[in-house]
């Protein structure tokens, strides 16, 4: 191999390795960031997300100042205030006549840290006399900022009960099959297919036809992540099943069984810690089935409504023509929901550099 070859493989491998590392720290740090917002949502928010400011309805975001109208420089961040120019055409222009320096850290609405600790401190307000919205507001005046925070509370409490009914689902039926072997295990694998082969939006909205129409938001998406991840579960389940027979022939297994061990113990204190791996991985690759299913039911109408904060309604109330024209920060939280896919999709599938060494060497 000529030496200009062995370089340029040589770089390919350092370009590769550091490449994997930024996407690492990437994803890490998106996941923080989406963790801690819809964690500490009130707290990072300078409006409450319900609140309506009707002399601010479709305002765009507030631009931040370093420099004032006049070219001189300040220390401490401002803002100007905004004033409806053209009512007809919603145009705000900026009085730059006074400034609003903002405030950090500084006393606002209440509410409850992490969801029990009484608090009212906030990342950043504005000065009294000034409007500020971060990510501008909605046709009701409403912070989009705000509601888009507090929507990741709830679209990922939604997506972390969808994962943890598919989880123990296919844990359960998967370590029966698996356990039990012969009549039971072909039972549960006919029945698996039959389940794959039910649609699960169809199923869905029969569902929701059935029951009350005044059925209380919370409840309608609990039951439309409950029924995605009850016709979800069979490839987990079989997964499961398929390691659970090859264990079963594993030296410590046979040990285990061999001193005495019931199905129970050998299942719970041996088995389950190799198939926790696994099962982690598929829940994870599952994650976004559940956010985008979040997201369609609230956005048809049979989950959130427009009084709640989840991302699936906000994206409802912005599917006017206008706000993709002239009003297009109200797209927030479809790029919300973008990003909250490719974080789960990079954390699935992040390369391994090991793998990759071995490969290439």
């Known amino acids: ?18 490449l994997q ?27 409450p997300p319900d609140e309506q400011n009707l002399f ?80 501008g507001a909605d046709k009701l005046g409403r912070d989009v900022f705000a509601r888009v925070a507090a929507g990741a509370r709830i679209s990922l409490l939604v997506v972390a009960t969808g994962i943890a009914i598919y989880g123990l ?44 129409q005044k059925l209380p938001a919370w409840e309608a998406t609990l039951l439309g992540v409950g029924t995605i991840a009850l016709v979800s579960w069979p490839p987990m389940a079989r997964g499961v099943r398929g390691l659970i027979i090859q264990l079963r022939q594993a030296p410590f297994v046979e040990a285990a069984r061999s001193l ?15 198939l926790a791996p696994f099962v982690l991985a598929q829940s994870t690759l599952a994650a976004p089935l559940f956010l985008l299913g979040e997201v369609l039911l609230s956005f048809l109408g049979v989950g959130f409504g427009s009084a709640d904060q989840s991302w699936g309604s906000q994206l409802r109330d912005a599917q006017d023509l206008r706000i993709l024209t002239d009003f297009r920060w109200n797209l927030a939280p479809l ?12 954390l699935t599938s992040r390369p391994d550099e090991r793998e990759f060494r071995r490969t290439t060497l």
């Open 21 to 47: 590392t930024a996407v690492r720290w990437m994803v890490r740090a998106m996941a923080a960031l989406l963790s801690i917002g819809a964690a500490c949502s009130d707290f990072f928010s300078a409006n």
């Open 335 to 346: 790029f919300s929901v973008f990003a909250t896919l490719l974080c789960l999709n990079l």
């Open 169 to 212: 689902l296919g844990l359960c039926i998967g370590g029966l099959a698996g356990m039990q072997g012969g009549w039971p295990d072909r039972a549960l694998m006919r029945f698996s297919e039959f389940v794959l082969a039910i649609p699960a939006l169809y199923l869905l909205l029969a569902l929701r036809a059935l029951l009350p």
């Open 260 to 274: 005495g061990g019931t199905p129970g113990q050998i299942f719970f204190r041996h088995m389950l810690p190799a």
């Open 1 to 18: 191999m000529r030496l200009s070859d062995m370089a340029e493989k040589l770089l390919s491998k350092r370009g590769f390795a550091r």
């Open 56 to 135: 601010y309805f479709f305002g765009p975001p507030t631009s931040i100042h370093f420099i004032d109208a006049r070219g001189a420089f300040h220390l401490t961040p401002f803002v100007y205030r905004y004033e409806l120019e053209d009512p007809l055409n919603v145009i705000y222009q900026e009085q730059t006549d006074a400034r609003y320096p903002l405030r950090f850290f500084a006393q606002g609405y209440s509410y409850r840290l992490f969801g029990f600790i009484p608090a009212s401190r906030h990342l950043t307000r504005g000065s009294d006399g000034s409007f500020f919205y971060l990510l």
